[in-house]
């Protein structure tokens, strides 16, 4: 199908607001809580509360990259992170205005810094791996789609989460954590966190594949990245 860029669509905008909203909720509600299991064989298992939410953001990115291309997808990544950004310096902004004197306030300040009040480590990590993961993923997936020539669908899904989960992962934990936590525990917690989004994203394939497969129909585009321009600080489709 067509590669020309001069065209609107039809449901870009509203995943695009999607992911958005995926992102933002995924950092600001469950990344900071720990959470814990205990399973078969494995007995307790450790990871973050946004497990099954903030891998969603990858899907998008596939969907994203696998239907309007790598440009489109460098769109919405860029606002993912001034999304991020905006929210980093408002909760920032909001926690460190002086509290009024109030019964309430002498509860809920606390409450405030405890839930928003991020180290700088902690939002660093989160914006910068999140920019690393999802260009790895798109990157991986869109010169996939060229080699394979539009075939192998779960292969290029599954092959640039595998790619954009490590990188994401990897990273964040590196800058939020290294040097805090023992180098045993911050591994162990990478692998686990690695592993499980990895595998919830192989879950949802089959919803993926056919989203993938709807957008295509309804928007008239399959995009091939041929002679794309993969520099990821291009803000141009």
């Known amino acids: ?25 995924s950092n600001l509600i469950g990344a900071a809580k720990q959470a814990q299991l205990v399973l078969p064989f494995f007995g307790p298992v450790t ?3 946004d497990l099954f939410f903030f891998p969603i953001s990858y899907i998008f990115g596939d969907i994203l990259t696998e239907v309007y291309g ?6 919405v990544v860029w606002a993912g992170f001034g ?3 905006f929210s980093a310096f408002m909760a920032y902004v909001v926690v460190h205005q002086p509290p009024a004197p109030t019964d309430f306030m002498a509860v809920y300040q606390p ?3 405890a839930v928003f009040g991020n180290t700088w480590r902690i939002a660093a990590g989160s914006m910068i791996a999140f920019a690393c993961g999802s260009f790895a993923n798109s990157f991986v997936l869109a010169k996939m ?10 292969a290029r899904i599954i092959g640039s989460t595998v790619v954009g989960q490590l990188v994401d992962t990897g990273v964040f934990f590196l800058i939020a954590f290294y040097g805090i936590w023992a180098n045993e525990q911050l591994f162990a917690v990478i692998l686990t966190q690695y592993l499980c989004k990895t595998a919830w994203e192989v879950v949802m394939y089959p919803v993926t594949a056919r989203v993938v497969g709807f957008l295509k129909r309804v928007e008239g585009v399959d995009y091939y990245d041929r002679g794309t321009d993969f520099n990821p600080f291009r803000l141009k489709v």
């Open 145 to 154: 789609k060229v080699a394979t020539r539009g075939r192998f669908l779960a």
């Open 83 to 85: 999304a991020l950004l």
């Open 70 to 75: 790598y440009g489109r997808d460098r769109r």
């Open 111 to 113: 409450q405030l810094e």
């Open 1 to 25: 199908m067509s590669n020309s860029h001069a065209r609107s669509f039809k449901y870009y905008d509203l995943i695009m607001a999607a992911f958005v909203c995926v992102l933002l909720c």
């Open 47 to 49: 990871y973050g509360a």
